[in-house]
């Protein structure tokens, strides 16, 4: 029986978007694993009682994330984006505080944190990434964090001042075990900072590209607020960013704290715009679907007579290319290294670095990673083809 992740209600919950037998959006192939590639359903609820929109059937993490072709030091905006959150914890706690990051990556975090005294440690279930991170000094993990974890590694527990978890949080299946962990491993006036892809901005601009099986749910505030008050957390702060297409940043303590305006105000806009409204789901699927269909039918037709090729590699191409049916797309150009030479799940498409790129220019560009189109461009100069943004609308320019 399925229960909601943050009311816990059982089987109360509106299938909102069908997408059908989809292949893991990371799930990066050599041609060998072609013809073993499996698919998996997947399908998205809003629970009927909160609103949260979620991914009931959860896939086995080590299938998702054991041999991860992300890396995150190899994106310019990402890195900026860390740089200037370790700047952020710098700002709110001392220079002696001990920092814990989940889903640390290759420690694109963790790196700045060091040079700024900090003592940092890191935990991450992908055996390659850890690796990497390793390789550059950092003191990190290679696991799931949980309360096995915590107890297994009794040296941490109120242990650290503060947690960071980083585009990490919604892919847990079992986020009270996680926030349990989480408690008992900090201080007794620790914190914890969390950055989780906005349900608000999914709503607002129908990014239905990050609904895959990865990210399992998808909080509001309002949502978010709720569960972490279950668990002894006192939400005080929160902002909207710009990473991935529009993410929200979230500071919640172990003891009490006044709350920030800014705080208050997104959650008057979420009652405001019904966000948590099974109602506005529905309507967000439907919106997904129309979405889809233009996508497939003008890129169809375009490609009778232009060669098209993708930019950017990650979870958001592997959606556009399958739910959309574009296995007319030539190859898909990514920045990151653990990619190159490999084809994209589902559809099959080569995978080319930038280089190769420069030497064989299509006609067209679909910016599967369109919350990177401007760096991509300035990337990209010589190219004189037409470039197409699927979201937040079709845009060729």
Not at 292 to 307: F, T
């Amino acid at each position: 029986m399925h229960k909601c992740r943050n009311c816990k209600s059982a089987e109360k919950f509106v299938e909102i978007l069908n997408l059908g037998p989809m292949p893991l959006a990371g799930g990066f192939l050599d041609k060998s694993d072609i013809p073993n590639e499996k698919l998996y359903e997947l399908k998205v609820h809003s629970c009927k009682i909160c609103g949260l929109v979620q991914i009931l059937d959860a896939i086995t993490p080590e299938i998702l994330f054991e041999n991860y072709s992300f890396s995150s030091s190899t994106v310019i905006p990402l890195v900026t984006h860390f740089e200037n959150l370790a700047k952020e914890i710098s700002s709110r706690i001392n220079s002696e505080s001990k920092i814990l990051e989940i889903g640390c990556n290759d420690g694109i975090l963790l790196a700045p944190l060091n040079k700024m005294g900090f003592q940092t440690i890191g935990v991450d279930i992908s055996k390659n990434i850890t690796q990497v991170a390793r390789s550059k000094g950092l003191n990190v993990y290679t696991g799931m964090f949980n309360l096995e974890w915590v107890n297994q590694n009794y040296q941490f527990e109120n242990y650290f001042d503060l947690i960071s978890c980083s585009n990490s949080f919604p892919h847990n299946a079992d986020p009270d075990n996680l926030l349990k962990a989480m408690y008992n491993a900090l201080t007794k006036d620790g914190e914890i900072v969390l950055e989780i892809m906005y349900a608000g901005k999914l709503l607002e601009d129908t990014q239905w590209d990050t609904l895959y099986h990865e990210h399992l749910t998808f909080y509001s505030l309002t949502t978010l607020k709720s569960l972490l008050e279950a668990h002894g957390f006192f939400v005080y702060d929160a902002e909207i960013i710009p990473m991935h297409g529009g993410s929200i940043r979230v500071w919640a303590s172990k003891i009490e704290r006044r709350a920030t305006h800014r705080m208050n105000t997104i959650i008057q806009t979420e009652q405001i715009s019904n966000l948590n409204s099974v109602e506005s789901w529905i309507n967000f699927g439907k919106a997904s679907i129309r979405s889809i269909d233009i996508v497939q039918d003008i890129l169809g037709r375009i490609s009778k007579e232009k060669k098209i090729g993708a930019y950017g590699a990650a979870g958001k191409a592997t959606m556009w290319l399958n739910a959309c049916k574009l296995d007319f797309i030539e190859f898909v150009v990514d920045a990151s290294p653990l990619r190159y030479g490999k084809f994209m799940p589902g559809v099959h498409s080569p995978i080319i670095s930038p280089d190769e790129f420069k030497k064989n220019y299509p006609d067209l560009v679909l910016v599967t990673a369109w919350n990177y189109l401007e760096q991509i461009k300035k990337n990209e100069t010589n190219y004189a083809g037409i470039w197409c943004s699927p979201l937040p609308t079709l845009n060729f320019s």
